[in-house]
Nanobody
Framework: QVQLVESGGGLVQAGGSLRLSCAAS????????VGWFRQAPGKEREFVAA????????SYANSVKGRFIISRDNAKNRVYLQMSSLKPEDTAVYYC???????????????WGQGTQVTVSS
């Protein structure tokens, strides 16, 4: 059974940083692209960042480009999202998900974690 577990969320002041982690069991992440998405209350889930299976290709939403970095450690079966210069509008539940290839929409991602809350105070 495939399970993805996000961690690292929390409450941070604007301008601060957090590092989210996505750990997998039942699936070798090195064989899959991994995406990070977020969903704020009353809004649709939106793409944040994604990495190819090797990490050789990455993609970011314009709203986080230059502030967030996605990386992966295939030896540890984990993918990370380093978030810096956080803004109140980054407040959301953050999810990781796996896909056969790097995608920037929710369609095509087959397994999802339960999410981790990120709250940025002004």
């Amino acid at each position: 059974q495939v399970q993805l577990v996000e961690s690292g969320g929390g409450l941070v002041q604007a301008g601060g940083s957090l590092r989210l982690s996505c750990a997998a069991s039942g699936r070798t992440l090195s064989s899959y692209a991994v995406g990070w998405f977020r969903q704020a209350p009353g809004k649709e889930r939106e793409f944040v960042a994604a990495t190819s299976w090797s990490g050789g290709a990455v993609s970011y939403a314009n709203s986080v480009k230059g502030r967030f970095i996605i990386s992966r450690d295939n030896a540890k079966n984990r993918v990370y999202l380093q978030m810096s210069s956080l803004k109140p509008e980054d407040t959301a539940v953050y999810y990781c998900a796996t896909s056969e290839r790097l995608l920037t929409t929710t369609t095509g991602y087959d397994y999802w974690g339960q999410g981790t809350q990120v709250t940025v105070s002004s």
